[in-house]
């Protein structure tokens, strides 16, 4: 972590999107389902070590374990196992110097560690919106929009999230549906037998609902895994319902966005309630995360873009989602330093507002 800017360097981080860690101990198979957005190692290729990331893993955490940098990937792994889940998670996560997390716990899958992970920072709620609209649809379609606004009412989340780019496209129709749109889809999708949303008018109706209580609402955008559709995932798509939220005054985040990041900055630059970030890009990406932020921030107000990791299940992407973010921002800014674009103040505001600023002032952090 040498050579980055004191101001940098010093951030205690807002991670405004992540999902939790797992408890449990993990197999080679295990750790690799879990590296990449793929499902598993492909018996046409070779292992997911054999990637930034994966080599990202050998280079920054194996330090943190006892090993030498670029020690084998089945000498971390057998490293791994040796200390147990806890005190992996304990030791990465805890060296990843993030202050604050906002959980999405809308996949929580079996051996996830509970309460507590994140010790010595604090934990947020995301309630995520189409996990909301499987739990309750189950009691009917009539009263439907009724008890969704019920736990939107109730909930403690600082914010909700829509997988709409999952489960229908981005594509969706501006207008607020009437709770009889709303019926008849919950009718359909009851009738469908299927147990996902993924009906276009359940997805907008909870992304109004959740706007109108001033909850930020947070889309997934651009990379993902095999389960969407990349080119349904632009966030342009999105610009029609942009344009008619905008009135509400309540911040819509954009997460993630690569390979999108460039139109995400545009959308951020637009529209007044827009916000950004690159997400679990920036430990994809690993080595070469500099140059993904640097065109993300190309035109995005320095106000507007946000840090997250979108870690899940392996404390890793914890530590290397905010050592990448630390190296990008801290080269980003020399370069300006460099180049006379801008003055060691500048520099020290743009990495507080980047870091954690515009997370506290968007989801009204205390």
């Known amino acids: 972590m040498d050579q980055l800017l004191p101001c ?22 295990g750790f690799e389902s879990n590296l990449t957005e793929a499902g598993s190692r492909s018996p046409l290729g070779t292992s997911l070590f054999d990637s930034s990331l994966g080599l990202a893993v050998r280079r ?7 090993l030498p940098p670029l020690a084998p990937a089945d000498e971390y792994l057998a490293r791994r196992r040796s200390l147990g889940a806890a005190e992996v998670n304990r030791t990465l996560v805890s060296a990843a110097e993030i202050s604050t997390f906002l ?45 969704v606004r019920e736990v939107l009412d109730s909930s403690p989340a600082v914010a909700a999230k829509s997988i709409a780019a999952y489960r229908v496209g981005l594509e969706l129709d501006p207008a607020r549906p009437s709770d009889a749109d709303v019926v008849a889809a919950a009718d359909r999708w009851l009738t469908s037998g299927s147990t996902r949303c993924a009906d276009e008018v359940i997805s907008r109706f909870l992304v109004w609902e959740a706007l109108d209580r001033g909850l930020p609402v947070q889309f997934h955008v651009g990379y993902g895994d095999a389960d969407l559709s990349l080119h349904k995932c632009d966030p342009l798509l999105l610009t029609d319902l942009l344009r008619a939220t905008a009135p509400l005054g309540v911040p819509i985040m954009l997460l993630h966005n690569y390979p999108f990041h460039r139109n995400a900055g545009y959308l951020a630059q637009v ?25 993300a921030l190309e035109i995005v107000p320095f106000g507007k873009f946000l840090f997250s990791t979108d870690a899940f299940a392996l404390a890793e992407l914890y530590y290397l989602g905010a050592v990448f973010f630390r190296r990008a921002l801290s080269d980003f800014l020399s370069a300006g330093l460099r180049e006379h674009a801008l003055a060691q103040a500048d ?20």
């Open 60 to 66: 920054w955490c194996a330090p943190l374990l006892d």
């Open 103 to 147: 959980v999405d716990r809308g996949t929580w899958p079996e051996g996830f560690a509970g309460p507590g992970t994140f010790t010595g920072s604090r934990e947020h709620l995301v309630l995520r919106l189409e996990r909301l609209a499987e739990d309750v649809v189950t009691e009917g379609a009539t009263g439907f929009p009724a008890r």
């Open 347 to 366: 520099a020290e505001r743009i990495a507080h507002l980047i870091g954690w600023e515009n997370a506290q002032r968007a989801y009204r952090l205390e």
């Open 271 to 295: 529209f007044p309630h827009v916000f950004v970030d690159v997400g679990l890009a920036t430990h994809a990406v690993a080595h070469q995360a500099r140059r993904v932020l640097t065109e």
């Open 8 to 29: 940098v360097a010093s951030l205690r981080l807002v991670d405004h999107h992540c999902h939790g860690v797992l408890g449990t101990d993990l197999d080679r198979d």
